[in-house]
């Protein structure tokens, strides 16, 4: 399984961005699939996961904010009212029978 991940870039404070994922080489629905961020020096954390039934995570300091959704395998993260503290680099994971998978990262630099 390929993940490939799109969007990203460099917005200001208030502003919106995009991020995409989609899986090649499964047949299957993949069960978790979500967005990780790791900022410089912070460890790799959790932003958004979304279910194959749909059912959706987010951590608190993006609720209201960030919204996952999933056609497939494709994930999306539409990210508004961005913040400086949102700058990182973004990864895209799926997981599927205990298997994890990795897309590249992304960089989303917020400036104040």
């Known amino acids: 399984v390929q993940l490939q991940a799109s969007g990203g870039g460099l917005v200001q404070a208030g502003g919106s961005l995009r991020l995409s994922c989609a899986a090649s080489?499964?047949?299957?629905?993949?069960?978790?699939m979500g967005w990780y961020r790791q900022a410089p020096g912070n460890q790799r954390e959790l932003v958004a996961s979304i279910t194959s039934g749909g059912r959706t995570n987010r951590i608190d300091s993006v609720k209201g904010r960030f919204t996952i959704s999933r056609d497939e395998n494709t994930i999306n993260l539409q990210m508004n009212s961005l913040k400086p503290g949102d700058t990182a680099v973004y990864y895209c994971?799926?997981?599927?029978?205990?298997?994890?998978?990795w897309g590249q990262g992304t960089q989303v630099t917020v400036s104040s």
């Open positions: 080489g499964s047949i299957f629905r993949l069960n978790d």
């Open positions: 994971h799926a997981e599927h029978n205990l298997h994890h998978y």
